[in-house]
């Protein structure tokens, strides 16, 4: 590390205000001149986490003289974002049929348009077709100035008028059926219990497993976020049926066995 960037770390230093005891330890060392994988081996701390904790500590939150890369999550909820006033920016550049579930695209007029060409190309390319495609986990995903939403969020705020705060369920249980009477509104544990067999399920039963130490198969069901045991059966049928009876009774509308 040469002189000027070790002063200019230094200095950074030294305008930081600690947040603990090992913050204080580690701008301390910094101070020194110690360089970061040396203060990373006397704390067991990798350098990323040293460089964030310092700038954290720094007043104005400023990017540090040395990079700090930044990672992106590949959470699907989160890489969906979402914007405020969507019932009114939809119902504006967008038109929705609910009979197909469909949405389209309207003519927002030049005046959307940072430039005339760019309106010219939307109204060529994209003006009254269907708007949105089925991403790889069946939602259908749109893009709305410039941010990646999920198209039956829209399609509710445009239909009633406010932007929903709870998840937004499928009836059926087809993510790209967006007609508006599939849709409800729903908390994040409902919407978890309108679902068929995950991906990973081996049984092809939602809700049944085998059991290796009795030989036999086992029912459980999800109530509150904690797994309730339904007990053990020979045949996997009353297995199924067992959970099917539970899910009907304490998950009642958002059971996925009322469509069997």
Not at 22 to 47: F, P, T
Request: hydrophobic share 35%.
């Amino acid at each position: 590390m040469g002189a000027v960037q070790r002063a200019k770390r230094i200095a950074y230093a030294t305008e930081c205000v600690p947040i603990n005891e090992r913050d204080a330890r580690i701008l301390s060392l910094l101070g020194e001149g110690l360089k970061l994988g040396d203060i990373g081996k006397k704390l067991n701390l990798s350098r990323e986490s040293i460089r964030l904790r310092v700038a954290k500590c720094h007043p104005q939150q400023k990017k540090l003289a040395w990079r700090v890369k930044s990672r992106v999550s590949h959470d699907k909820e989160k890489r969906v974002k979402t914007i405020s006033g969507l019932s009114d920016i939809g119902r504006q550049r967008l038109s929705y049929d609910p009979e197909t579930g469909l949405i389209s695209w309207l003519d927002p007029g030049p005046d959307a348009f940072a430039t005339l060409k760019g309106y010219r190309i939307f109204k060529r390319n994209f003006c009254g077709k269907t708007a949105g495609s089925i991403s790889p986990d069946g939602y259908v995903k749109l893009r709305l100035n410039g941010a990646s939403l999920l198209a039956h969020r829209v399609i509710w705020a445009m239909v009633y008028g406010y932007d929903p705060v709870d998840d937004i369920d499928h009836r059926d249980m087809c993510r790209s059926n967006n007609r508006i009477g599939n849709l409800r509104q729903a908390t994040r544990s409902q919407n978890c219990m309108n679902k068929l067999t995950r991906s990973d399920n081996t049984s092809g039963s939602k809700g049944v497993s085998w059991h290796k130490v009795t030989g036999k198969w086992s029912a459980s069901i999800c109530v509150d976020g904690h797994a309730a045991h339904l007990g053990v059966f020979t045949n996997k049928q009353d297995a199924t049926r067992a959970y099917q009876e539970a899910s009907a009774e304490v998950h009642g509308n958002f059971s996925p066995t009322r469509l069997v």
